[in-house]
Structures are given as structure tokens and as C-alpha cells.
């Protein structure tokens, strides 16, 4: 389905100025809680230089540490599966749960199973998919999708949610407080999660020398599930897998405090052996990450440990929220991650990015989001996606500024584009005109005054 | 491998900087004082607590938690008080390995107190992560405060489905 | 002072036809300072617009063209962080990248408060500016060229632009809340994607006014260019001076 590109969503999402202007709000506050994190930690540039250098180790040795991490995790008893694609890790869920006769299952946050679409395939199959993420529960109850990795629901106002919960939970008529709306939640979600048998996560790491796997969570929904039942799905993307323990210290002191600008997430679970009586498999999906490998100009993307710091401090994004971005990832990492995935039908997003390289300075892995971004813009004429006027506009430019002659004449005419009548200056063609006022060319150029004043002398 | 050689974070004093990041976390950290009763702090700190859980050896509970037969049978517990191993002064963060028959004590009581010796404190996650160790239990679990959310309109609600609050004592 | 060599002006496209004034005070500025200024008149472009337009290949000829006429000078400096940075990160690996020989201006092109901060090493400036001015952090000047700390890393402050204002008597220098938020030119960026440059530009504008400043001043006359449209169409009671035009006020 051909979604509206960059350029129109955001002029939508403007348009609404109350709800444009806290989003912004909100998410530089953040940004903003990163950075006092960040400035309590003296070491804080180190570990992100290692974070970098530990990640594109692992990368560029991704077959030694998956074999590894399997090897360890079937001796602790869990169950390890490869995926090759989205479907594949699709059918090996509803394997598991047909093996078990489970009709339902709870699930905490994964942007891997979104990127697999697995609740609407599990939902054709007749299975009850809850997501237990309170962010993702309101969203799920919406039929609406995330609009941030970290933050999914923080486009929809608490009167909506109240709204909400009014019709599917039964809670009191009118009342749209955070701490009444989410103690709902909490009481109905207990009930599903003691019902459950079996529960899914994803995994924030996987340690190939122990063969545990890590999910950090701040609501207990991950450990409610997994704890009251006695199967446990992790679906974890191969990119994810660290070397060890010490690897793993240096990036959870850096994911909480990037992403929420918290010194650590409330919980940081490591299953390592499936419960007494039950089973823990583990699902490592490629669908394609092997494929990036080989990329030397986006291999870094796989470096990213999905803290959402990029779209925080990301003027655009913050302007213009997730659902303007086509790829179910937005901002920086979410433009360079739909290129991957499929350029000529995500390459609108590309115009997404002023190249601030702000992105560049908060990843906690040292992405290059910026420099990658402007490497997809070189390469769009080649897959025949290039914005035609801006291909006649780079063809004049190049003309006029390859030859003085013309150049020169097109300076001295300039200030003559002064005295055209403004309903010319300011026709639809000129988008600059639509918020600002064209600047005025100087009756005498540089190069004029240059001849004149000094070389005259 | 890259190598891990960096002069992380240290803390004049640890005690007091866990429990100052503690507090900020939305928890809570107290020291024992020399002679005082473990259990009448812990009365002390959460008096309405009804039905308590813990397999703790000195600790006074309403039910211990070894007895159960199923996880399910846990919810109700309003304050479990559990056995941790050390405590993070960066983060607040206490490394607790699972032993409780059922791992859900630790996600499911409403309240939660974690027990941890005064001197078993390190100053950061490097050093942590040095003493990390799992049992055949196989499950651990980094726990800082309580559990929480913002995820309406970022406003952040302390007690989401975890517990509504955590003091961790340390002795 | 540090420097008395000969270097060579570029003056950016748009500093040329829209705000030669700046040209103007660099030439003057530098002269003051004992330097041997000459401007090659046969320069054109450095092809930022292109290449970030997504047609790097299109600037070939024309760096090409910018080595052959700065080849003889010491220095290249520039008033603009944005073309500088271009010149200086972007020529390497686009000659690179379509197999051409090595860039040699990487090492000898400069911003020129870059220039005057860290080679000429200014120490005292003549006249006075007696006005409250809001510095413009531009991202290419603080995340390219290091003119400023990068608000994203933790380092110590510090700012080359402060440090020149300081010297110069009478300037009330403040800088705006989110101190090094992008303004929303971005080249192309700025027509392509006009709503959100424009609620970028009114938002950086708001912050530059809560200072109280009379001026907003930067290195980048393209980031002042777009926020000048802006409050020239929004009737804001601001106005706008690149800060080479500030050092060398009253001379």
C-alpha cells in the first residue's frame, strides 16, 4: 500500500499546532533527561566508543558468536530455532503454541515481531495475541501502530486513553488519570498473565558465553508473563548477540540512560534456563540483517541496540511524529532501516533530514545516521528514484557554476529578481515563499565590489 | 574482543549513593542500625501490609512462598521480602538469583523489600557483572525501584504491573 | 598575533549576490590583521547543494575547479561553516568515491572565525558593537568544524565564536535554549520539506527572542538567510548579522 509520503504527513501533523507543539515538547524533554544522565557519567564518551568498537566486532564475526550463544543456550536446556525470514519465524511460533494447544499469548514489547507482522498472522490462525506493554496494549485496543520505538503511544492524549479504557475495561466515565487508567490496566493484564502458558518477549541482548538472554523492562510486564507461564518464546533478531557479561556492562549503562534518560530500566532480566516444567525457546531471525553484512557503506545500522535517542533529539521527527515516516521504524535509524529493507518503496523518507548529525552524537553505538543518509540520496538516481526537479536544479546549478562566464552573468542580474512583482515572486512554484520572505539580492555582488574597491587599487 | 579497560565511575561513598539513587528511581533504601530488629523495620516501613511472603531464614511472613504449589497462588502476596546478593551505587539496581521456588514472587507481591548485605555494594555495572552468577534455577534479575510506566502522555505512574513500591534494606 | 601569510577568499555563492557585506568584513578584517588577502574572482560553488540533493557526482567538475584556483594560496578561508565543511569533509571522499586523485584542501581550508580563533590566534579587536546579540550554533560549524561544543557530547563547554565576541567591546552575547538546535535550512531541505523548515526556523527564532538580543549572529549566512525570511514574513522585531560583520564593527 502506497503511503502518503514525508513531506504531506508532516504538513498534517503540523497543522494540528496543540498537538505538534507537545510532541516536540515532550520528546526534547527526553533528549533533554538523557543529557543530565549522560553528564553524570565522566567516562560517558568512552563507552560509547566502546559500545561501537564491541558492536562491529561482534558483527564482523556474527557466525563465531551465534554458534556460540546456541551452543551455550541448548546446554541450559533452552530450545534455539533459526529463522531465515519473517515467516519462517512466524510458523515457528504457531508451531509452539499448536504444540501446546495455546489459543492465547501474552506478549511484551518487540519491535522484531512488528517488523515479522506477527500478531496479525497469529490473529488469522485464531490465536489471542496480548501485548502487555501498556503503550502497546492502548495502541493494540486502537488497532493503531506505534509511532516510537521506546515511547510507542506518545501521540495519543490521556482523554483518548480514557475514552478507551471506558469502552473496552469498564473504568469510570470522564476519568483520564495516568495512575487511575494504568492501575485498570494492571488489574486486568494480572488476570491475562495468570492465565497465560505461554509468553513471548524479545531480547534486548543474547550472551554467547552463557547463553542468556537479556530483556530490560520498566513495567514487570516481561517478567509477569514469562514467570506465570510455563513456555517462553524469545524472538531475537542475530544482530543482537554480544560476546559476554563484560560486553554487556558497558551497553545497559548506556541503553536506559539514552533512551529514558533513566540510569537503568526497573528490570534487567536475564533468562538463562527454561522454569521447572517448562520450555524456553529462543527464535534468532535473519530476515536480511545477514544480507546488511555485506554493505559496507550501512553496516553500522546493525550496531543498534533500538533506544529511540535518535529520534529524540531529531528536529524533524520530533516535528512531524512516527506516522509520517513510512517504514514502521521512523526517524534517523528508521529512514536508514527502511532503505535497507526496500529503497524504492521507502526512499520518500530519505527527504526526512536537514543533516544536523545530531543523531550522530546521541546514538550510544556511534551510528553514522546522518553520513548514511546522505550516501542513500547518492544512490537514489541509480535505482531510478531521484526527485526530478531536484535533478534539473542540480543539472543548472552545475552548468551555471562550472562556467564563470555564465555564473558571473547570473550575478550581475540577480538584484534585477528585486524588482519583479510579488504575486510572480511569491506563485505556487516558489515553495520558499510559502512561510518566509525571499531574500533580497545586494545591488553590488562580492565579486563587483571586489573589482571595484580592491583590484582597481 | 575489545578490552574493557576503562577508569569507570567510583563513589566515596557507595551506601550513601545508592540510596540517594534509589530514592530518585521512585524506591526507597534503608540501612539497619547496629541492634535494630530487622522485622520491626520492616513492620515499621509498610504497617498496612496484609499478607506477607518470604523464605528468608529470621524474617517474619504470613505465608513462605516455597510452600506454593503453582505461581498463580502468589498473587495476593501485598509485600514479599526476598534475598538479594549486592547492590549497583550507579544505578540502584540490586542483583537478585532466583531463590524462591516460583520467580514470580518477585514480579507479582505488590510490595517488594530486598535484602542485601551493607558491605556487598560495588561502585558500578563493570564490576557487577564481574560477580554475576546464576544457580539451576537459571533466571536473575537487576531490579531498581519499583515497576513504572509513562507511557500515557509521558506523565510516569509508579506501579505498573510489578511492584508498587521497593525498599531495599541493607544489614 | 599568529599569522601574516597570504591566503586565499571564498566566498560562497550566496554570500556573493545576498550578503556581500559579509565578504566585505571578512576581506576588511583580515586585512586589519596584517594578512595578505586575495580572492580568486573565476570561483563559483563548492557543490554542497548538489551532493546533499543526492547528486554528488555533479560537484566533480566543480571541485576540480575550486582545487585549480585555490592550489597556490597557504589558507583557504571562508565566512560560511556550512561550504567550509563541505569543502573540507565531503571533497576527499566524493573525488574518492568517482576515482580521482587526493583532496588537498582538507587541511588548509578554515572558517574563518576558525581561522581567527585557532591560526591568526586574535587577541584584541578594534571598535565597539554595543548590542545584545543571541549566538547561532549552525550544525556544520558545531558538529563538522568544532566551533563550538556539540550540546549531544559530554565535553567540556567551550564556544571559538564567544571567545572572539569577548574581545570585542560592548557585545552582550547570549546563546538560545536548546543551544545547538538545527534551524531547519538543510539546503533542498528548506523548499522540499517547507512546513517542517519553517516550524523549525519560527521555533529557532522564538528561542534567539527569549534571549532578549537585538541580533542573532552566526557563521553560517544560509542558516541566518532562512530566519531572516521567517521573521521578515512573521514581522519579528529581530535582526540578523554574521559575526565576522560584529569583529568588525567601527574599524
Given at each position: 500500500m502506497k503511503k502518503e509520503t514525508h513531506i504531506h504527513a508532516a504538513e498534517r501533523f503540523l497543522s494540528n499546532k496543540k498537538n505538534a507543539e507537545w510532541h516536540d515538547e515532550t520528546l526534547w524533554q527526553t533528549r533533554t533527561k538523557r543529557d543530565r544522565q549522560a553528564a553524570l557519567i565522566p567516562e560517558w564518551e568512552q563507552l560509547r566508543e566502546l559500545a561501537s568498537k564491541i558492536k562491529m566486532h561482534t558483527i564482523t564475526h556474527l557466525d563465531r558468536y551465534l554458534e556460540q550463544f546456541a551452543t551455550a543456550a541448548e546446554k541450559n536446556g533452552a530450545t534455539v530455532h533459526w529463522a531465515k525470514d519473517a515467516a519462517e519465524h512466524n510458523a515457528i511460533v504457531l508451531q509452539i503454541l499448536q504444540q501446546h494447544e495455546a489459543s492465547k499469548l501474552v506478549k511484551s514489547k518487540s519491535m522484531l515481531t512488528e517488523e515479522c507482522n506477527l500478531n496479525p498472522f497469529l490473529f488469522e490462525k485464531g490465536i489471542d495475541?496480548?501485548?502487555?506493554?501498556?503503550?502497546?496494549?492502548?495502541?493494540?485496543?486502537?488497532?493503531?501502530?506505534?509511532?516510537?520505538?521506546?515511547?510507542?503511544?506518545?501521540?495519543?492524549?490521556?482523554?483518548?486513553?480514557?475514552?478507551?479504557?471506558?469502552?473496552?475495561?469498564?473504568?469510570?466515565?470522564?476519568?483520564?488519570?495516568?495512575?487511575?487508567?494504568?492501575?485498570?490496566m494492571r488489574q486486568c493484564l494480572r488476570e491475562?498473565?495468570?492465565?497465560?502458558?505461554?509468553?513471548?518477549?524479545?531480547?534486548?541482548?543474547?550472551?554467547?558465553?552463557?547463553?542468556?538472554?537479556?530483556?530490560?523492562?520498566?513495567?514487570?510486564?516481561?517478567?509477569?508473563?514469562?514467570?506465570?507461564?510455563?513456555?517462553?518464546?524469545?524472538?531475537?533478531?542475530?544482530?543482537?548477540?554480544?560476546?559476554?557479561?563484560?560486553?554487556?556492562?558497558?551497553?545497559v549503562r548506556l541503553l536506559a540512560r539514552s533512551a529514558t534518560g533513566q540510569p537503568s530500566t526497573s528490570y534487567t532480566s536475564h533468562y538463562q534456563k527454561p522454569q521447572k516444567g517448562g520450555e524456553l525457546h529462543i527464535i534468532l531471525v535473519d530476515n536480511g540483517r545477514s544480507d546488511n553484512l555485506a554493505d559496507k557503506d550501512h553496516i553500522q545500522t546493525l550496531k543498534c541496540i533500538r533506544c529511540g535517542a535518535c529520534m529524540n533529539t531529531c528536529p524533524v521527527y520530533r516535528r512531524s511524529g512516527g506516522y509520517s515516516y513510512s517504514y514502521f521504524i521512523p526517524g534517523p535509524i528508521g529512514i536508514n532501516l527502511g532503505m535497507l529493507k526496500d529503497p524504492k518503496n521507502y526512499y520518500t523518507n530519505l527527504s526526512a533530514c536537514t543533516l544536523c548529525f545530531s543523531c550522530n552524537s546521541v546514538c550510544p553505538v556511534q551510528v553514522d545516521l546522518g553520513n548514511q543518509i546522505y550516501k542513500w540520496?547518492?544512490?537514489?538516481?541509480?535505482?531510478?528514484?531521484?526527485?526530478?526537479?531536484?535533478?534539473?536544479?542540480?543539472?543548472?546549478?552545475?552548468?551555471?557554476?562550472?562556467q564563470s562566464g555564465v555564473y558571473h552573468a547570473a550575478v550581475k542580474a540577480a538584484p534585477l529578481m528585486n524588482l519583479m512583482p510579488r504575486a510572480l515572486i511569491y506563485c505556487k512554484a516558489n515553495k520558499w515563499g510559502i512561510g518566509r520572505e525571499v531574500p533580497q539580492f545586494a545591488k553590488q555582488s562580492f565579486t563587483s565590489w571586489w573589482k571595484k574597491e580592491v583590484q582597481k587599487r | 574482543m575489545p578490552l574493557i579497560a576503562l577508569d569507570a565511575i567510583h563513589y566515596s561513598d557507595k551506601v550513601e549513593q545508592f540510596v540517594e539513587v534509589s530514592k530518585s528511581v521512585g524506591g526507597n533504601a534503608v540501612v539497619l542500625r547496629e541492634g535494630e530488629d530487622i522485622n520491626v523495620l520492616i513492620r515499621s516501613l509498610y504497617p498496612d501490609a496484609g499478607k506477607s511472603a518470604s523464605n528468608v531464614p529470621g524474617i517474619d511472613a504470613v505465608i513462605n512462598p516455597d510452600d506454593v504449589r503453582?505461581?498463580?497462588?502468589?498473587?495476593?502476596?501485598?509485600?514479599?521480602?526476598?534475598?538479594?546478593?549486592?547492590?549497583?551505587?550507579?544505578?540502584?539496581?540490586?542483583?537478585?538469583?532466583?531463590?524462591?521456588?516460583?520467580?514470580?514472587?518477585?514480579?507479582?507481591?505488590?510490595?517488594?523489600?530486598?535484602?542485601?548485605?551493607?558491605?556487598?555494594?560495588?561502585?558500578?555495572?563493570?564490576e557487577a557483572y564481574k560477580k554475576v552468577q546464576f544457580?539451576?534455577?537459571?533466571?536473575?534479575?537487576?531490579?531498581?525501584?519499583?515497576?513504572?510506566?509513562?507511557?500515557?502522555?509521558?506523565?510516569?505512574?509508579?506501579?505498573?504491573?510489578?511492584?508498587?513500591?521497593?525498599?531495599?534494606?541493607?544489614? | 598575533m599568529g599569522y601574516r601569510g597570504k591566503i586565499g577568499l571564498f566566498i560562497p555563492c550566496y554570500v556573493n549576490t545576498v550578503f556581500p557585506e559579509v565578504g566585505i568584513a571578512t576581506y576588511k578584517l583580515l586585512t586589519h590583521l596584517g594578512i595578505d588577502v586575495d580572492y580568486p574572482v573565476d570561483q563559483t560553488c563548492c557543490g554542497q547543494p548538489m551532493a546533499n540533493a543526492g547528486f554528488e557526482e555533479k560537484s566533480v567538475p566543480l571541485i576540480h575547479k575550486f582545487n585549480e584556483l585555490f592550489d597556490k594560496y597557504d589558507y583557504v578561508v571562508g565566512p560560511s561553516a556550512s561550504c567550509v565543511a563541505f569543502v573540507k569533509e565531503n571533497h576527499p571522499?566524493?573525488?574518492?568515491?568517482?576515482?580521482?586523485?587526493?583532496?588537498?584542501?582538507?587541511?588548509?581550508?578554515?572558517?574563518?572565525?576558525?581561522f581567527l580563533h585557532d591560526i591568526v590566534k586574535v587577541e584584541a579587536l578594534p571598535g565597539a558593537f554595543p548590542h545584545k546579540v543571541s549566538v547561532h550554533n549552525s550544525c556544520h560549524g558545531v558538529r563538522e568544524l568544532h566551533l563550538s561544543s556539540p550540546s549531544e557530547l559530554h565535553r567540556p563547554r567551550y564556544s571559538k565564536i564567544k571567545d572572539l565576541l569577548s574581545l570585542k567591546e560592548g557585545v552582550?552575547?547570549?546563546?538560545?535554549?536548546?543551544?545547538?538546535?538545527?534551524?531547519?535550512?538543510?539546503?533542498?531541505?528548506?523548499?522540499?520539506?517547507?512546513?517542517?523548515?519553517?516550524?523549525?526556523?519560527?521555533?529557532?527564532?522564538?528561542?534567539?527572542?527569549?534571549?532578549?538580543?537585538?541580533?542573532?549572529?552566526g557563521a553560517d549566512s544560509s542558516c541566518l538567510m532562512h530566519m531572516q525570511g521567517i521573521a521578515r514574513r512573521e514581522n519579528l522585531p529581530i535582526q540578523f548579522i554574521h559575526v565576522v560583520e560584529i569583529l568588525v564593527a567601527g574599524l
Open positions: 495475541v496480548v501485548e502487555s506493554d501498556l503503550g502497546e496494549r492502548i495502541l493494540q485496543l486502537m488497532d493503531i501502530p506505534p509511532s516510537h520505538i521506546v515511547m510507542p503511544a506518545i501521540h495519543i492524549q490521556r482523554e483518548d486513553v480514557g475514552k478507551l479504557f471506558e469502552e473496552k475495561l469498564q473504568t469510570e466515565k470522564g476519568n483520564a488519570d495516568p495512575t487511575y487508567l494504568t492501575r485498570a491475562k498473565f495468570l492465565a497465560s502458558t505461554v509468553a513471548m518477549t524479545g531480547a534486548n541482548f543474547g550472551i554467547a558465553e552463557t547463553g542468556d538472554v537479556v530483556v530490560c523492562t520498566n513495567e514487570a510486564n516481561a517478567d509477569m508473563g514469562t514467570s506465570s507461564a510455563k513456555v517462553h518464546i524469545v524472538s531475537m533478531g542475530i544482530e543482537k548477540v554480544i560476546p559476554s557479561h563484560d560486553a554487556l556492562s558497558v551497553f540520496r547518492q544512490g537514489l538516481n541509480a535505482i531510478g528514484k531521484a526527485n526530478r526537479t531536484k535533478k534539473v536544479m542540480s543539472d543548472g546549478m552545475r552548468m551555471m557554476f562550472q | 503453582t505461581s498463580q497462588e502468589l498473587n495476593g502476596i501485598s509485600l514479599g521480602i526476598v534475598q538479594g546478593v549486592f547492590g549497583v551505587a550507579e544505578n540502584g539496581c540490586v542483583w537478585v538469583v532466583q531463590n524462591v521456588k516460583e520467580r514470580s514472587l518477585y514480579f507479582i507481591s505488590e510490595y517488594l523489600v530486598i535484602l542485601i548485605d551493607k558491605d556487598q555494594l560495588v561502585d558500578n555495572m563493570h544457580n539451576d534455577y537459571g533466571f536473575g534479575c537487576f531490579i531498581s525501584g519499583p515497576s513504572k510506566t509513562a507511557d500515557i502522555e509521558q506523565a510516569l505512574v509508579v506501579g505498573a504491573h510489578g511492584a508498587k513500591g521497593v525498599t531495599v534494606i541493607l544489614r | 571522499h566524493i573525488l574518492e568515491a568517482h576515482g580521482q586523485h587526493a583532496c588537498q584542501m582538507s587541511g588548509k581550508i578554515y572558517e574563518v572565525c576558525e552582550e552575547v547570549f546563546e538560545p535554549q536548546r543551544v545547538d538546535e538545527c534551524c531547519g535550512f538543510g539546503g533542498m531541505f528548506a523548499v522540499e520539506e517547507d512546513a517542517v523548515s519553517v516550524q523549525m526556523g519560527k521555533d529557532k527564532l522564538r528561542n534567539h527572542m527569549a534571549t532578549g538580543a537585538e541580533f542573532v549572529t
